[in-house]
C-alpha cells in the first residue's frame, strides 16, 4: 500500500553532513507518522528519528539530538534526514518506515511500511 524510496547514502569522512531522503507513494494518505531507523553491523536495530504526519512534531532518540534532523515535505511526500557533525559509528543502513497508527515511535515492530535501506558510511 505504501511504497518508499530511499535516496542520499554514501561515504563521508567524519565530520561532515549528509542528507538522506525517503519518498512516499502509494495510499499515504493515512500514514501516522514517519521514521527513521539504522542497523550496524551485529547490532540491533536502533531508533533515529520519527515525524507525525499531521503536524511535524518530531521525535528523537537521545544520542541524536543535536546532529540529526528529521523534517518533511508534505507536497512531495517525502521524509528527510540531515545528518551534521557525522562520526564514523554512525556508519549503517539507515531505513525510513511509515506507520498507519500511533504508539511509541522508538518500536521498530509498531511500523507498517519500511524502504530498503541505504548505506551510510563515514571514514575516519
Known amino acids: 500500500q505504501v511504497q518508499l524510496v530511499e535516496s542520499g547514502g554514501g561515504l563521508v569522512q567524519a565530520g561532515g553532513s549528509l542528507r538522506l531522503s525517503c519518498a512516499a507513494s502509494?495510499?499515504?494518505?493515512?500514514?501516522?507518522?514517519m521514521g527513521w531507523f539504522r542497523q550496524a553491523p551485529g547490532k540491533e536495530r536502533e531508533f533515529v528519528a520519527a515525524?507525525?504526519?499531521?503536524?511535524?512534531?518530531?521525535y528523537y532518540a537521545d544520542s541524536m539530538k543535536g546532529r540529526f534532523t528529521i523534517s518533511r515535505d508534505n507536497a512531495k511526500n517525502t521524509v528527510y534526514l540531515q545528518m551534521n557533525s557525522l562520526k564514523p559509528e554512525d556508519t549503517a543502513v539507515y531505513y525510513c518506515?511509515?506507520?498507519?497508527?500511533?504508539?511509541?515511535?522508538?518500536?521498530?515492530?509498531?511500523?507498517?511500511?519500511w524502504g530498503q535501506g541505504t548505506q551510510v558510511t563515514v571514514s575516519s
Open positions: 502509494g495510499r499515504t494518505f493515512n500514514t501516522y507518522a
Open positions: 515525524i507525525r504526519w499531521s503536524d511535524g512534531n518530531t
Open positions: 518506515a511509515a506507520r498507519y497508527y500511533s504508539g511509541t515511535y522508538s518500536r521498530d515492530y509498531e511500523y507498517d511500511y
